[in-house]
């Protein structure tokens, strides 16, 4: 998946640290979607977890770096997706600090809300594109 979302966006992913940001972020979609349908007390699913979290900081490390150049560049619609997958990000990294027991689930599907919402955002917009 590349990163979508206008003229900006296009600059970000021909550069070194757009290329890998796209396969971040494809690689989260993936792994998130694995752990949550498939939750299981395996030691595969203890690797991926832990391979979510690392690509995870990664992405929110690049994000940072690539954050202006994608929220300004685009349309209203790219900027509101760029805003929910950092605030997707900045939840990530919340749970990372604290886990996710049951008692913090609420960030857990805060997570996954502003992250599906926000992907799924820049995801419509660049189909739509095409």
């Known amino acids: 998946m590349s990163v979508p979302g206008g003229k900006s ?27 949550y349908t498939f939750p299981q007390a395996n030691v595969f699913y203890a690797v991926i977890v832990f391979l979510h979290a690392v690509a995870g900081v990664v992405a929110s490390v690049l994000l940072a770096f690539l ?15 760029w805003i929910l997958v950092a605030a997707g990000a900045i939840s990530g990294l919340i749970l990372i600090k604290i886990g996710t027991p049951r008692a913090e689930w609420k960030w857990f599907y805060l997570h996954i809300f502003l992250s599906l919402a926000g992907v799924g955002i820049l995801f419509a917009q660049w189909a739509g594109k095409r």
């Open 9 to 35: 966006a296009n600059a970000a992913r021909g550069t070194v640290p757009g290329r890998i940001f796209s396969g971040l972020v494809s690689f989260l979609c993936i792994s998130a979607g694995y752990l």
């Open 67 to 81: 954050f202006y150049r994608l929220l300004w560049g685009g349309s209203r619609t790219s900027r509101l997706g």
